[in-house]
Structures are given as structure tokens and as C-alpha cells.
């Protein structure tokens, strides 16, 4: 079901400081090797500064019509997503950490198979910005009550459908969250490669990203020291003298 004006998604998305939270949800995205090889090789991370800010346009609009959206204009916005998505797939060289089964097959030697597509992939970055959009609207907006925290999980599920996830595969509240965060930052899955710290320098360093030096500085500062500390001493190594 949409939520509405009375959700929790809408008190939370409708100030659009929580934007500023997608930094840190990236970064921690990219802590995964498979999403960080899928970036890598199919995003526009490193292009110019005015690229940065195509791309933020667009996933604010992405965002906006997912959550105020009617029924129409969220089934066109999951279907962009999922055009996208088509086309990001390959294998991360490899791969550290524990090996599994890819729903997407193997390729001897190339390392592990990755998907856009993939469940697994789709519920660790949905994860990342479940953790960190609540996050930051505390730091820059004001608190959110258990309940409200574990109803933003609940109405975000809505994500299973469009994207074409199992039913009952995303985080229902906030201990299934808390609880799915932990392990996965335990459990090593989650590595820092050099892939990784190059594209993290992309993200917060983008080519003349001083020309917006207040902005970028304090998206830089607040990404940087929200991250959780299990991978912030490995993604601050992205940081370079400038």
C-alpha cells in the first residue's frame, strides 16, 4: 500500500535535509565488493561536478515520486530503476570474504557473479538507507520515536513489489534492521576494497567539488563521521589531501 500524508515516510522524506544522509547510506553501499564493482564499472561516479548534480536531481525525483508519487507515477519510477538495473551486472575480481551460491551464476576465475537484480544486493543498499535517511533527520531535524522508526521500515517494504524482491525480504522494523546491520558488518561480507576507496573518493571529492566548498564540506564532515566505526577507519583512508 502508498503511504500517504499521514506516514511516516512523508514527515521523514518531506525535509529535504535528509538528502545529506545519502552520502554515508553510498558509502556503506560500496563497502559491499559486489555493489562497489557495480558502480565501478556502470556508474558515472567520476564524471565533472555538474554530473553530480545531474545525477542527485534525478535520484531526488526517483525519490519523490517513490514516496509522494500516486500509484502510476511509483510503478514508472520502480521501472526506471529497473531498466537500470538490466544492465548492471559482471563479476567482482576476487571477491573477498566468505563465498555463496550467486543467483546470477559463477565465472571460474573471474570471481563472484553480481546483479542488480540480486535480492541479496537490493536488500543491503535498501538496508544502508534505512539506516541512515532516520539517522540523519535526528541529527538535523529532531527525534523520531521507536514506533515511528520501526513504521518507516514497514511502509519502505513497499520496495519488495516494484523491484521484484521476495515478499517478507526487507527489514519490518527497527531490531530487524539493527539486527541485519550488525551481522552483515560482522559477518564479512562487508569489505573495504580498493575499488571501494576509489570510488568513495569519487563521492565525496567529485572534480572541483571545492567551487560548492560549504556544502560539499559539511556532506563531506557529516558522511564521514556517521559512518559506523566497524567501517569508518577503512572508508576515511578515501580521504586524500586537498
Not at 35 to 64: E, P
Not at 163 to 181: E, F, I, K, N, V
Amino acid at each position: 500500500m502508498r503511504a500517504g500524508p499521514e506516514s511516516i515516510t512523508w514527515k521523514v522524506n518531506r525535509e529535504m535535509i535528509v538528502v545529506a544522509g545519502w552520502g554515508r547510506a553510498i558509502l556503506l553501499q560500496l563497502a559491499h565488493p559486489a555493489v562497489a564493482a557495480g558502480v565501478h564499472h556502470h556508474s558515472s561516479f567520476r564524471g565533472s561536478l555538474l554530473s553530480s548534480f545531474r545525477r542527485l536531481h534525478s535520484t531526488v525525483g526517483a525519490m519523490l515520486s517513490l514516496t509522494f508519487g500516486d500509484a502510476e507515477q511509483m510503478i514508472a519510477a520502480a521501472a526506471a530503476i529497473n531498466t537500470i538495473h538490466d544492465r548492471v551486472r559482471g563479476h567482482v575480481p576476487h571477491a573477498p570474504g566468505p563465498r555463496r551460491t550467486s543467483p546470477v551464476g559463477s565465472c571460474e576465475g573471474a570471481g563472484e557473479a553480481y546483479s542488480a537484480h540480486d535480492p541479496d544486493l537490493q536488500r543491503w543498499v535498501h538496508a544502508t538507507l534505512l539506516d541512515s535517511i532516520p539517522l540523519t533527520y535526528e541529527l538535523l531535524v529532531g527525534p523520531l520515536t521507536l514506533p515511528e522508526r520501526d513504521r518507516y521500515c514497514s511502509e519502505a517494504a513497499i520496495m519488495e513489489p516494484l523491484l521484484g524482491m521476495p515478499a517478507g525480504w526487507l527489514p519490518r522494523d527497527s531490531a530487524q534492521l539493527d539486527t541485519y546491520m550488525r551481522e552483515m558488518l560482522a559477518g564479512g561480507r562487508i569489505v573495504v576494497t580498493d575499488t571501494s576507496r576509489a570510488v568513495a573518493r569519487a563521492v565525496l571529492y567529485p572534480p572541483r567539488w571545492y567551487v560548492a566548498w560549504p556544502a560539499f564540506r559539511a556532506m563531506q564532515l557529516l558522511t564521514i563521521g556517521s559512518l559506523p566505526p566497524s567501517s569508518s577507519s577503512s572508508m576515511t583512508s578515501a580521504k586524500t589531501n586537498r
